[in-house]
């Protein structure tokens, strides 16, 4: 029986982050047309409806799945058979996994159990998200050569190059809140951001890692293929890795790239934003800096953290949706040049005065 119980909580922990991703990425496509409408003074999507209610568009990504789902499922004759199947799915399966050591809350205690809120518990969280995101490039340069398309190709290349750019300045802007916080592991990253600097200020990254922050945004959103950084498919230069794509294989290359998009916005939330952490709120409930406090049950403590995560994953995602609706793109020769020669130094000198200050901070201790 035990053994069951054991098995339905690890079940429990990976459904809820799976579903709350493919949930999300799902929502996107709706929140990215209502937020370009709101951005560009119109009303944006609000035909499709069931039964005469149309519910503010939300019944539009489910028309899209319809649609991609109808659509005949075109394959090039020159194509390879198996790469071509292969590709989307290869893209999709590794955005979803990057996800599962993304810290959703604290503990969660039941019927005499300690629960992470965690899909998967590792110790080097941080390097196993970044292995299954920069997996995911397989995905996008198997499409562009098996489709047998010279621009196909082409597409794929310039998406593999910019991934890779990316990921580099990631690991790299990512070292310094490592030395901080002294573990690989996300979850003691985010518990140590319930730090208090000075006694009053929460020691996120944010607050102790701000040129990273910047930094991982920036080349967070380049992983991710969209606007400024959609050289792979900038139909004004070259049709993209996906050209030869039809119906539902389409539409999961388009959820490959939200997917990435909200795993991005988790790892920003879990390495800078406080990750599930609420300021002054502990395991017992609020205690504030000037001495007060107010106890809370178990259960309600819990509730906050999840909530203050998704908030946060909320926000992150509105604001690189933000990005995407304002910024022009990049020519391809320029968003190498930001990654390879502006965001990897930058980078590399937050590592050395990272370094520094903690010595510095050592000495003075």
Same mark, same amino acid.
């Given at each position: 029986?035990?053994?069951?119980?054991?098995?339905?909580?690890?079940?429990?922990?990976?459904?809820?982050?799976?579903?709350?991703?493919?949930?999300?990425?799902?929502?996107?496509?709706?929140?990215?047309?209502?937020?370009?409408?709101?951005?560009?003074?119109?009303?944006?999507?609000?035909?499709?409806?069931?039964?005469?209610?149309?519910?503010?568009?939300?019944?539009?990504?489910?028309?899209?799945?319809?649609?991609?789902?109808?659509?005949?499922?075109?394959?090039?004759?020159?194509?390879?058979?198996?790469?071509?199947?292969?590709?989307?799915?290869?893209?999709?399966?590794?955005?979803?996994?990057?996800?599962?050591?993304?810290?959703?809350?604290?503990?969660?205690?039941?019927?005499?159990?300690?629960?992470?809120?965690?899909?998967?518990?590792?110790?080097?969280?941080?390097?196993?998200?970044?292995?299954?995101?920069?997996?995911?490039?397989?995905?996008?340069?198997?499409?562009?050569?098996?489709?047998?398309?010279?621009?196909?190709?082409?597409?794929?290349?310039?998406?593999?190059?910019?991934?890779?750019?990316?990921?580099?300045?990631?690991?790299?802007?990512?070292?310094?809140?490592?030395?901080?916080?002294?573990?690989?592991?996300?979850?003691?990253?985010?518990?140590?951001?319930?730090?208090?600097?000075?006694?009053?200020?929460?020691?996120?990254?944010?607050?102790? #890692?701000?040129? $990273? @922050? +910047?930094?991982? *945004?920036? /080349?967070? &959103?380049?992983?991710?293929?969209?606007?400024?950084?959609?050289? =792979?498919?900038?139909?004004?230069?070259?049709?993209?890795?996906?050209?030869?794509?039809?119906?539902?294989?389409?539409?999961?290359?388009?959820?490959?790239?939200?997917?990435?998009?909200?795993?991005?916005?988790?790892?920003?939330?879990?390495?800078?934003?406080?990750?599930?952490?609420?300021?002054?709120?502990?395991?017992?409930?609020?205690?504030?800096?000037?001495?007060?406090?107010?106890?809370?049950?178990?259960?309600?403590?819990?509730?906050? #953290?999840?909530? $203050? @995560? +998704?908030?946060? *994953?909320? /926000?992150? &995602?509105?604001?690189?949706?933000?990005?995407?609706?304002?910024? =022009?793109?990049?020519?391809?020769?320029?968003?190498?040049?930001?990654?390879?020669?502006?965001?990897?130094?930058?980078?590399?000198?937050?590592?050395?005065?990272?370094?520094?200050?903690?010595?510095?901070?050592?000495?003075?201790?």
């Amino acid at each position: 029986m035990s053994a069951l119980a054991d098995l339905g909580i690890v079940f429990g922990r990976v459904a809820f982050a799976m579903l709350f991703v493919v949930n999300t990425a799902a929502l996107l496509g709706w929140v990215e047309r209502k937020q370009s409408a709101i951005m560009q003074d119109r009303i944006g999507a609000n035909r499709a409806s069931i039964l005469g209610f149309r519910v503010l568009g939300l019944f539009h990504p489910i028309a899209d799945a319809i649609k991609m789902l109808t659509k005949e499922d075109f394959r090039p004759a020159r194509a390879d058979r198996v790469l071509f199947a292969l590709a989307p799915f290869v893209s999709v399966f590794f955005g979803l996994v990057a996800f599962a050591s993304i810290p959703f809350g604290d503990t969660l205690r039941v019927a005499g159990r300690e629960v992470p809120l965690q899909a998967v518990t590792l110790n080097v969280g941080v390097l196993y998200v970044f292995a299954m995101l920069s997996l995911g490039v397989y995905g996008v340069m198997m499409a562009g050569w098996s489709s047998a398309n010279n621009y196909a190709l082409l597409g794929g290349q310039r998406a593999a190059a910019l991934m890779i750019s990316a990921e580099i300045a990631i690991g790299a802007s990512i070292m310094g809140v490592v030395m901080v916080y002294g573990s690989l592991d996300l979850m003691d990253i985010v518990r140590g951001q319930g730090a208090l600097l000075f006694g009053w200020i929460p020691a996120w990254g944010i607050v102790t #890692q701000p040129l $990273a @922050f +910047v930094l991982f *945004v920036t /080349a967070g &959103i380049a992983a991710t293929k969209r606007i400024p950084f959609d050289t =792979p498919e900038g139909e004004s230069e070259i049709i993209g890795y996906f050209v030869e794509y039809s119906g539902m294989k389409f539409g999961m290359f388009l959820m490959a790239d939200l997917v990435e998009t909200t795993v991005i916005a988790g790892l920003t939330t879990s390495l800078f934003l406080g990750g599930w952490q609420v300021p002054y709120l502990v395991a017992e409930g609020f205690r504030f800096p000037w001495g007060a406090a107010l106890a809370l049950p178990h259960l309600l403590v819990v509730l906050l #953290q999840v909530g $203050a @995560f +998704v908030t946060k *994953v909320s /926000a992150m &995602i509105f604001f690189m949706m933000l990005v995407r609706w304002t910024l =022009p793109r990049f020519r391809y020769d320029q968003a190498m040049r930001l990654g390879w020669l502006g965001l990897f130094p930058l980078s590399i000198l937050n590592i050395v005065l990272t370094g520094l200050l903690l010595l510095l901070w050592g000495a003075r201790a």
